[in-house]
């Protein structure tokens, strides 16, 4: 069976309810947008694969419910992920301050080395601002994030962001990435030359599945 | 914003299979029409009309019967439902964001104006229900409840009958936290465990947890079921049961795609994507009966100490397989979880011997979840007390369940 990618990351939507994390993700994975789509409730995700450097990477992208009192459920998934987008509204500014406190309990239950970006959605709304980009700018160097505005109504910066996370979440694992390459190069050289026609990267051969 | 008018009996949402030849139709419906008028009013008869096949059958006798079930008297209505004060409301901005997300609940086709009206109906519902009730606490999905409350019965009998339901039936999800949410989630595994033990462990296996099912239960199945005639067909049904007969229809549904779950891929998120999308042509009446007889046949009562063993599991198991390439298998609580499959297939099989002799007739399934259900509308108080304090909690030390 062809392999369809070489390494699976799991990245993970946070944010205040209403913030557009449904709508982000289905701009990203399906180029849809739905102005009132359905409320989240609990969590699930949605799948794309990417290519970079020559590697496929399938990123799984977890959504979650934004209401307060859902982060009992949502955070057993923090620690599953290598990579969290950290979500706020540009029209609210309370969304943008709950962001410390999102970041705060990424800190707590996610992964050392987890990944973060931050994001101001809804930036074609400029009318209704209420975050100035300076603002976001700040946190986010204060935070170490890298951020982006961006619109899910306008397919502003979607792809770039997701990107940007993606890249970040394999730089921080390239050292793992590595071994796991070496190691399955050895073991399935000769598999991986006989079926080397259509195959560019040597961890193309490796089983699915075996680090997620 | 002009109001509209409550669509309540005279929605273009009633009832299923309405060819009024059909005889079993017309006895039914002379059968729920005598125990309305007799005095006093025939609640058990119509707790079974509510469970048997096709329900109340229109959203006309939905209007009768639901206030019946739950206990309402609708004589002593306010005619007027008080004003709602919206600003400085906690709930408020929550609750709009929302109701503001939740047009696909309303039937297609209805015009914009009408619609835009029943949402601020849903609005002040919300809001006049926790405004009076200081104890409970809005979460995600109680939206999607009372839309379809307010779609059947126009906003004065919603508003009264929601606010007895979230005092009895929904009272958990309305907690602070969502702790007793979560647990009584709990009790969905140890039901499949029951009904398909080959199914239970391959779920176990996948870590799957039980969040597939969390919209299910806090809304009845109303935010995933887009067949307005199915959600009320459900709703007849839960109205007339125990407050846990959700989970006992979530398990129905897992175990009706029984091929689908083992033919997975058995990791969590494949389980998981797999079980959150429900199908929309289930087999309503067939999981209905199934549901109600595995409630007969393992009540609550039973499955308590096992849902609050998983809580302590689930704590303890929850060390998730992260980036590291170490051989799952030896990881220490993979051997705890094979050692407990074990055991629990061993527990499985005596519980499958039970199955076998436990085959209620379908009237005295009737009778007996028509008695169950009636505990809830005579002893809600009671039962509130029993089920939180004994069955549900999950704190409570062990020794306590017989």
Redesign the interface.
């Known amino acids: 069976m062809a392999k369809q990618y070489d390494v699976l990351f799991?990245l993970l939507l946070l944010g205040d309810?209403?913030v557009g994390k449904t709508c982000l993700l289905c701009r990203f994975t399906d180029n849809e947008f739905h102005p009132?789509?359905?409320?989240?409730?609990?969590?699930?995700?949605k799948m794309k694969t990417l290519e970079i450097d020559g590697i496929k990477v399938r990123i799984?992208i977890w959504d979650t419910?934004?209401?307060e009192?859902?982060q009992?459920?949502t955070k057993?998934y923090y620690?599953?992920a290598?990579g969290i987008f950290l979500v706020y509204d540009i029209t609210s500014e309370r969304s943008f301050q709950h962001i410390m406190k999102w970041a705060s309990d990424v800190d707590e239950y996610a992964?050392d080395?987890i990944q973060r970006i931050l994001i101001g959605n809804k930036s074609d709304e400029e009318e209704k601002r209420q975050v100035a980009t300076g603002q976001g700018n700040k946190l986010a160097k204060d935070y170490g994030m890298d951020f982006f505005e961006t619109s899910a109504s306008t397919n502003y910066n979607i792809t770039e962001s997701f990107t940007r996370l993606a890249e970040q979440v394999l730089a921080a694992?390239k050292k793992?990435l590595d071994?796991?390459r070496a190691s399955v190069t050895d073991e399935l050289n000769l598999a991986a030359l006989e079926e080397e026609e259509g195959i560019t990267d040597g961890a193309a051969a490796s089983q699915k599945?075996?680090?997620? | 914003m002009k109001r509209s008018r409550s669509v309540g009996a005279s929605s273009p949402l009633n009832g299923i299979g309405k060819q009024d030849g059909d005889p079993r139709r017309k006895r039914k419906l002379a059968e729920i029409s005598q125990a309305l008028n007799v005095t006093p009013v025939d609640v058990a008869v119509l707790r079974r009309m509510a469970i048997s096949e096709g329900g109340l059958l229109t959203d006309e006798i939905r209007c009768k019967v639901w206030p019946r079930l739950l206990n309402v008297p609708t004589d002593i209505l306010p005619e007027k439902s008080e004003e709602v004060e919206r600003e400085n409301n906690k709930d408020y901005n929550?609750v709009l964001?929302?109701v503001?997300?939740?047009?696909?609940r309303f039937p297609p086709g209805m015009p914009d104006e009408q619609r835009e009206g029943l949402q601020e109906e849903l609005i002040d519902i919300i809001l006049r229900v926790l405004g009076r009730n200081t104890q409970l606490?809005y979460?995600?999905?109680y939206?999607d409840i009372v839309v379809t409350f307010l779609l059947v019965l126009g906003e004065r009998l919603a508003t009264a009958l929601v606010e007895k339901l979230s005092t009895h039936h929904l009272r958990d999800f309305m907690d602070?936290?969502?702790?007793n949410t979560?647990h009584i989630l709990n009790y969905l595994m140890p039901i499949i465990e029951r009904v398909n033990p080959e199914v239970h462990d391959f779920m176990q296996q996948a870590e799957v947890?039980t969040?597939?099912a969390?919209?299910w239960l806090?809304?009845w199945f109303g935010?995933v079921l887009s067949d307005f005639r199915h959600v009320v067909r459900l709703y007849d049904f839960f109205l007339a049961c125990h407050p846990l007969m959700p989970i006992y229809f979530a398990a129905v549904i897992v175990q009706y795609r029984e091929d689908e779950v083992l033919d997975c891929?058995c990791?969590?998120?494949s389980v998981?994507?797999l079980l959150?999308q429900i199908p929309q042509d289930l087999p309503y009446e067939t999981l209905i009966s199934r549901a109600g007889d595995l409630f007969v046949q393992f009540p609550p009562s039973e499955l308590a100490r096992e849902a609050a063993q998983q809580y302590s599991q689930q704590m303890a198991a929850?060390t998730?397989?992260?980036?590291d390439?170490t051989p799952e298998q030896q990881r220490p609580d993979t051997v705890l979880r094979r050692r407990r499959r074990e055991k629990q297939a061993l527990k499985g099989a005596a519980a499958g011997a039970m199955v076998a002799t436990a085959q209620p007739t379908t009237a005295r399934r009737f009778v007996r979840l028509a008695v169950m259900g009636l505990t809830v509308a005579l002893g809600a108080a009671a039962l509130t007390l029993v089920n939180t304090a004994l069955e549900w909690a999950p704190k409570l030390d062990l020794h306590l369940f017989p």
């Open positions: 799991r309810s209403g009132s789509h359905i409320s989240t409730i609990g969590v699930d995700f799984q419910a934004g209401q009192r859902y009992t459920i057993q620690r599953r290598q992964p080395n694992n793992d071994l796991l599945g075996c680090w997620c | 929550q964001l929302d503001q997300r939740s047009l696909r606490h979460y995600q999905g939206h602070p936290t969502m702790d979560k947890g969040i597939f969390l919209s806090i809304t935010h891929e990791d969590m998120a998981h994507h959150s929850s998730f397989k992260d980036f390439l």
